[in-house]
C-alpha cells in the first residue's frame, strides 16, 4: 500500500535561510510557498524529479512547530507517504495497529492528508497524502 514517497519535511527556524540551503543543493526554486495555518508555519516546497523536499518555519512563536524546534532543534521533521486515498489508507493502517491522530484535512494547498500517531510510529512523525497531490 505505501509505494511511493510523497515529501520529506525538514523544519528549520528561518525559512529564508532554508529556502537558500536547498536552492544550493538542488539548483532550483521553491515550486510553491506559502502558510501553513494548521501549524502555525509557512512552508517551501521544492519539487525534485522523484520526491518533494519541503522546508518548513514557524510563524506563531507558541505553535506545534517552534515547540519542536525548540525540543528537537532544525532537521529532519516528518515524511510523506503519497496514496491513492487518504481514508482508505488510513483504514488499512488502522487495522494492523496504525492509527491516525485526526480525520484527513487539508493542510497546504489541496494537500489532504491524515498524520500517523507517534505511539504506532515508534515516534517518526509521518503522514498520508493523496499521491497526486501538487
Given at each position: 500500500?505505501?509505494?511511493?514517497?510523497?515529501?520529506?519535511?525538514?523544519?528549520?527556524?528561518?525559512?529564508?535561510?532554508?529556502?537558500?540551503?536547498?536552492?544550493?543543493?538542488s539548483g532550483r526554486e521553491?515550486?510553491?510557498?506559502?502558510?501553513?495555518?494548521?501549524?502555525?508555519?509557512?512552508?517551501?516546497?521544492?519539487?525534485?524529479?522523484?520526491?518533494?523536499?519541503?522546508?518548513?518555519?514557524?510563524?506563531?512563536?507558541?505553535?506545534?512547530?517552534?515547540?519542536?524546534?525548540?525540543?528537537?532543534?532544525?532537521?529532519?521533521?516528518?515524511?510523506?507517504?503519497?496514496?491513492?486515498?487518504?481514508?482508505?489508507?488510513?483504514?488499512?493502517?488502522?487495522?494492523?495497529?496504525?492509527?491516525?491522530?485526526?480525520?484527513?484535512?487539508?493542510?497546504?494547498?489541496?494537500?489532504?492528508?491524515?498524520?500517523?500517531?507517534?505511539?504506532?510510529?515508534?515516534?517518526?512523525?509521518?503522514?498520508?497524502?493523496?499521491?497526486?497531490?501538487?
Amino acid at each position: 500500500m505505501l509505494t511511493h514517497l510523497h515529501h520529506l519535511a525538514f523544519a528549520v527556524h528561518d525559512l529564508e535561510q532554508g529556502i537558500a540551503l536547498f536552492r544550493r543543493l538542488s539548483g532550483r526554486e521553491p515550486a510553491y510557498r506559502g502558510p501553513v495555518t494548521t501549524r502555525g508555519a509557512e512552508v517551501a516546497v521544492f519539487k525534485l524529479d522523484n520526491v518533494n523536499i519541503e522546508v518548513v518555519a514557524p510563524t506563531d512563536p507558541e505553535g506545534s512547530l517552534a515547540t519542536h524546534l525548540g525540543l528537537h532543534g532544525e532537521g529532519f521533521f516528518h515524511l510523506a507517504f503519497g496514496v491513492d486515498n487518504v481514508d482508505s489508507a488510513a483504514a488499512e493502517l488502522a487495522g494492523r495497529g496504525i492509527r491516525t491522530r485526526s480525520a484527513p484535512y487539508v493542510a497546504f494547498r489541496d494537500w489532504e492528508i491524515a498524520y500517523l500517531r507517534g505511539e504506532d510510529t515508534d515516534g517518526i512523525a509521518m503522514h498520508l497524502i493523496r499521491r497526486d497531490a501538487d
